[in-house]
């Protein structure tokens, strides 16, 4: 006959506590590699300067899939992207 272990409140509450750490942990990490390695990221009103296109327009373009990255509530871009999917756009035509 098996034992059967019940866990009781400060062990679920400890390995939650565990497994969020790590989760973090492993989040920060995997954030800081990608963004060391990568361009800086452009804003919205810097993207539109460099297309010469309105903010109006720039929105019209995330909606049709325009790559854009969002970090705490503000929307930017990074140019190589934005570049390769216009050039992507145009090849498709």
């Given at each position: 006959?098996?034992?059967?272990l019940i866990p009781v409140e400060k062990e679920i509450k400890q390995w939650m506590k565990e497994a969020m750490k790590e989760y973090f942990e492993e989040t920060?990490?995997?954030?800081?590699?990608?963004l060391a390695g990568?361009?800086?990221l452009v804003s919205r009103?810097?993207?539109?300067?460099?297309?010469?296109?309105?903010?109006?327009t720039l929105h019209d373009w995330i909606k049709r899939g325009l790559?854009?990255?969002k970090q705490r509530g503000r929307v930017y871009f990074m140019r190589s992207e934005v570049l390769e999917h216009i050039k992507m756009k145009q090849l498709e035509k």
């Open positions: 006959m098996e034992t059967i920060k990490s995997s954030n800081n590699a990608e990568n361009e800086p009103k810097e993207i539109a300067s460099f297309l010469d296109i309105s903010l109006v790559p854009s990255h």
